[in-house]
């Protein structure tokens, strides 16, 4: 920042609020080029894990810390064994089995099936998945919580996951389930007002140019104070090197025009790069499509610039509430609350002292 | 390695202490707070039930210890300074004492919870107000040196006495003590922002609470300190400052709790139960111990410990209590649940919609 008193003279909002220009706020020039990020369309996206593995590759991110005596343990969690986000995983694609019983959903809507579009809660630009032959019962629980006997500890019948059993008569054995997939890559979101950065002692984590936020390695002393700061859970200190690791959104391949690995990678653009209007742009375009497909559970999350944290760089369409994929549904930077917090501390350090003092009142000397 | 037990040395993914996120609010809310209905189990969805922020790195006991020696050596500071003017050298000499231990003691836990404890100078590469730990280095730094200057001037004015340099030697400790005194109260209670400027839903939304009961925390243990160290014709002050440090840790503890609604289960349950339960027994009878007990040396000593002791236990617990708000996925997804439907219906309504600040759950 030019000037460290900027932060607390009420003019800016570097601490919190809308900021359009977070790179100009952190010194760079006018001339700095435009802020890029990630639009990460989950409706597309099939759970492939590339973009873990060639953020792995690209960036020599190590292995998660699984120790040696449990190496490769599953975490029971559908397909995601990663877990989350952390030091050494700046890309974790979560699954989520969606298993309720069988029109559970479409009773609790009130007999509004016939009027329910077929595409129902299976989303996306993939129609040849369903074609015509969607499954007799739309799907769309979106806003359900599970039911308490759906949820899918169990096994589940990989018949049942076919989306047109129904439609071909297949007896299948669990007929009373209705199943579907969530599959969501997700990533650090390069906050506008970033609670990590602010909050880093060493300065070890910046601003870059391009408006995201990175991790400087040899700056960095390993205080853990990022973490903590985080409202999204995404940094983390790595057990081996004792240093805090992210998402840089590569940015050593920006600097040579590159797109970041994980998009690079990503088969089905569920990844998209590109500067943060643009992608904005296209995420309200593609959420008006599905919407008037009737994909009515679609929704942005980190697209709002006047949320908790200013908007986000990297930001995302869900198709369910931002919780079931482990994202906090309202996150706001902890600085929004810092002015507030050095006035108490202040206000209390005097009368701590005043106490000190006032103790002496009146005590001569025994 | 294998006496190592802090979580990073272990598998990141196992940081996440599952027996304490999983069985949730099993037990009825503390009777204690009788007047007040139970708040019903808070409905809400997560991803597998993990976590969502990630729990601090901090290492136990590093930081809370700090925590503890920045109030003890911050207060017992002030208490040094006064005592000297007013006459009363074994408080002064006690305060001093208290300050540049608790000031090196803390520095070195400081040091110890990095994890990578050799760059620990690049705290003081940068000033940035914006980072309470940046802001903690630059108070704690002055401190000890004042602190340090101080204690060396008591250390050294026996071999001095009557000598050349005696009467130099004593200006000098004095000015530094003074010094001390004056950042001392910032190091006691600038730890409170540190935890609460953080996503832990348990320390930020105590963020007007923190800092009082840092201070009073900060005042029981160099008052008690005070007790342990000084002589009875001095420890008049230190006795003062301690009930006064217990009373208000005392209060600001219950306010705290009762303000907190839902997010202050965390305190009901586990070891931080345990340790805030041990604390207040501390500081009630170390407090009755100061009133009644004062002109008796071992009563006095006695208290003063039993002072300490809770003050160092309610910072055990406000850690523990951070870890496992941090850990537990129903403290983040329901207090923002509850924010988006405040302001949703305010949407609705016309009216000016709330700020995004914390509401107490149902039930409060």
């Known amino acids: 920042m030019t000037n460290v008193f900027d932060a607390f003279s009420g003019t800016a909002n570097s601490l919190y609020g809308e900021l359009p220009d977070p790179a100009a706020d952190a010194g760079f020039d006018p001339s700095h080029p435009k802020r890029v990020g990630f639009f990460t369309d989950t409706s597309v996206c099939i759970g492939c894990k590339a973009c873990e593995v060639a953020c792995k590759e690209w960036n020599l991110v190590p292995d998660d810390g699984t120790d040696a005596s449990d190496l490769y343990r599953l975490t029971g969690m559908s397909y995601d064994n990663t877990g989350d986000l952390g030091a050494s995983t700046w890309r974790h694609v979560a699954f989520i089995e969606d298993v309720r019983p069988h029109g559970s959903a479409t009773t609790a809507h009130g007999g509004a099936v016939p009027a329910e579009p077929t595409t129902g809660h299976i989303p996306s630009g993939l129609p040849a998945l369903g074609g015509g032959a969607l499954p007799k019962a739309p799907r769309d629980a979106a806003t359900a919580p599970p039911g308490p006997g759906g949820t899918g500890t169990g096994t589940v019948d990989l018949l049942t996951l076919l989306p047109d059993a129904g439609a071909h008569g297949q007896q299948t054995p669990d007929d009373e389930r209705d199943v579907r997939w969530l599959m969501a890559s997700d990533v650090c979101k390069h906050c506008t007002h970033a609670g990590c950065l602010d909050n880093c002692p060493t300065g070890a984590l910046f601003r870059t140019e391009f408006g995201t936020v990175v991790v400087q390695d040899d700056i960095c002393n390993g205080c853990g104070y990022c973490v903590p700061s985080c409202p999204y859970g995404v940094i983390d200190v790595r057990g081996s090197d004792g240093g805090a690791h992210k998402c840089t959104l590569c940015y050593d391949r920006l600097g040579s025009g590159l797109e970041p690995a994980c998009a690079k990678a990503c088969p089905t653009q569920s990844i998209q790069f590109g500067d943060l209007d643009e992608l904005q742009a296209a995420a309200d375009a593609r959420l008006a499509e599905l919407h008037g497909r009737g994909v009515n559970e679609a929704r942005l999350y980190g697209r709002d610039e006047n949320d908790g944290v200013g908007g986000d760089g990297a930001f995302f369409l869900l198709l369910d509430e931002p919780e079931v994929y482990g994202l906090p549904p309202d996150p706001i930077v902890t600085t929004r609350d810092l002015p507030e917090m050095w006035r108490n501390a202040a206000l209390t350090a005097v009368g701590l002292g005043a106490a000190a003092l006032a103790a002496f009142w009146k005590g001569g000397r025994r | ?364």
């Open chain 2, 1 to 364: 390695m294998t006496e190592d037990l802090n979580p990073t040395g272990m598998p990141e993914r196992a940081r996440i202490d599952h027996d304490a996120v999983k069985p949730r609010r099993d037990s009825p809310r503390g009777g204690r707070k009788g007047e007040q209905l139970q708040v019903p189990e808070a409905e809400f969805r997560s991803y597998y039930g993990r976590p969502i922020i990630k729990a601090p790195v901090w290492k136990n006991p590093d930081v809370p210890l700090y925590l503890f020696l920045g109030g003890l050596a911050g207060s017992s500071a002030v208490l040094a300074a006064m005592a000297g003017p007013t006459g009363r050298p074994s408080l002064r000499r006690a305060g001093r004492y208290a300050a540049v231990g608790g000031a090196m003691g803390g520095t070195v836990f400081l040091i110890h919870d990095l994890h990578r404890p050799s760059r620990f100078l690049h705290m003081l590469r940068v000033f940035k107000p914006t980072s309470p730990l940046s802001v903690g280095s630059w108070i704690l730094s002055p401190f000890a040196a004042f602190a340090t200057a101080a204690a060396g001037a008591e250390a050294l004015a026996p071999y001095l006495r009557g000598r050349r340099g005696a009467k130099t030697l004593q200006v000098a400790g004095d000015a530094a003590g003074v010094g001390a005194a004056v950042v001392g109260p910032a190091l006691a209670t600038y730890t409170a922002v540190l935890i609460s400027n953080t996503a832990v839903p348990t320390w930020h939304e105590a963020h007007r609470h923190l800092p009082v009961l840092f201070a009073g925390s900060a005042a029981a243990a160099g008052g008690g300190f005070g007790l342990v160290f000084s002589r009875v014709e001095d420890n008049e002050p230190a006795q003062r400052l301690a009930i006064a440090g217990a009373v208000v840790e005392l209060v600001t503890e219950e306010k705290m709790t009762r303000d907190l609604g839902m997010l202050a289960d965390v305190y009901d349950k586990g070891r931080a139960k345990t340790l805030m339960t041990a604390s207040k027994a501390c500081l009630v009878v170390g407090a009755a111990g100061a009133v009644v007990g004062r002109r008796k040396r071992w009563a006095a000593a006695l208290s003063g410990l039993a002072l300490m002791a809770g003050s160092a236990l309610t910072r055990f617990g406000v850690f523990d209590a951070g870890i496992a708000s941090a850990n537990d996925p129903a403290h983040i997804v329901v207090p923002q649940r509850e924010r988006i439907r405040r302001r949703e219906e305010a949407v609705q309504a016309g009216t000016t919609p709330p700020d995004r600040h914390y509401v107490p759950a149902a039930g409060n």
